[in-house]
């Protein structure tokens, strides 16, 4: 969504337990967070001009959650909480994640997860995603994908 003139979102607070489960987003992507650290992404794409590299990525990682005043990377998600999510496309069990946990079980990918999106994934990927709450009070995640002076914004919601 093309949001270039909107504000990033307002603060909200959130805990570890309030970001754990999937989420989802556009084309089959996903962000499951566990805890002790976990992270497991599925066709989840770039986050602002890698998004435009035209990859996605499937595979385990880490996570932790910045507190306000925490994340110095701009106002790409605004000043409240952050969820760094640090992947790779493989991975085996036992393997140290990219925040020294362990990473966990390798994810088995298929010939047509980035059907849409074709190019090789990094051997590494992060993203930095903010926490909203929608129209309705629920919370969602996000990050910006190409320009991140264009804002537009890449939600995900939580799986029901």
Same mark, same amino acid.
């Given at each position: 969504?093309?949001?270039?003139?909107?504000?990033?979102?307002?603060?909200? #607070?959130?805990?570890?337990?309030?970001?754990?489960?999937?989420?989802?987003? &556009?084309?089959?992507? +996903?962000?499951?967070?566990?805890?002790?650290?976990?992270?497991?992404?599925? !066709?989840?794409?770039?986050?602002? %001009?890698? %998004?435009?590299?035209?990859?996605?990525?499937?595979?385990?990682?880490? &996570?932790?959650?910045?507190?306000? /005043?925490?994340?110095? $990377?701009?106002?790409?998600?605004?000043? /409240? &909480?952050?969820?760094?999510?640090?992947?790779?496309?493989?991975?085996?069990?036992?393997?140290?994640?990219? %925040?020294?946990?362990?990473?966990?079980?390798?994810?088995?990918?298929?010939?047509?997860?980035?059907? +849409?999106?074709?190019?090789?994934?990094? /051997? !590494?990927?992060?993203?930095?995603? /903010?926490?909203?709450?929608?129209?309705? $009070?629920?919370?969602?995640? %996000?990050?910006?994908?190409?320009?991140?002076?264009?804002?537009?914004?890449?939600?995900?919601?939580?799986? #029901?």
């Amino acid at each position: 969504m093309d949001s270039r003139t909107d504000p990033p979102s307002p603060s909200v #607070k959130v805990t570890a337990a309030d970001i754990y489960g999937t989420w989802v987003g &556009w084309k089959g992507s +996903s962000l499951t967070i566990r805890p002790e650290h976990r992270a497991v992404v599925e !066709k989840l794409d770039g986050q602002e %001009f890698a %998004f435009d590299d035209g990859w996605r990525m499937s595979g385990p990682g880490s &996570w932790r959650l910045l507190k306000p /005043g925490a994340y110095r $990377g701009g106002n790409a998600v605004g000043d /409240g &909480w952050v969820i760094e999510v640090k992947a790779s496309p493989a991975g085996l069990a036992g393997e140290k994640g990219p %925040f020294g946990q362990g990473a966990g079980a390798a994810t088995e990918l298929s010939p047509d997860d980035g059907a +849409s999106r074709t190019e090789p994934p990094p /051997g !590494k990927a992060v993203w930095d995603i /903010g926490v909203s709450r929608s129209k309705k $009070g629920e919370l969602r995640l %996000f990050f910006l994908t190409s320009d991140p002076d264009v804002r537009d914004t890449y939600y995900l919601t939580r799986k #029901k």
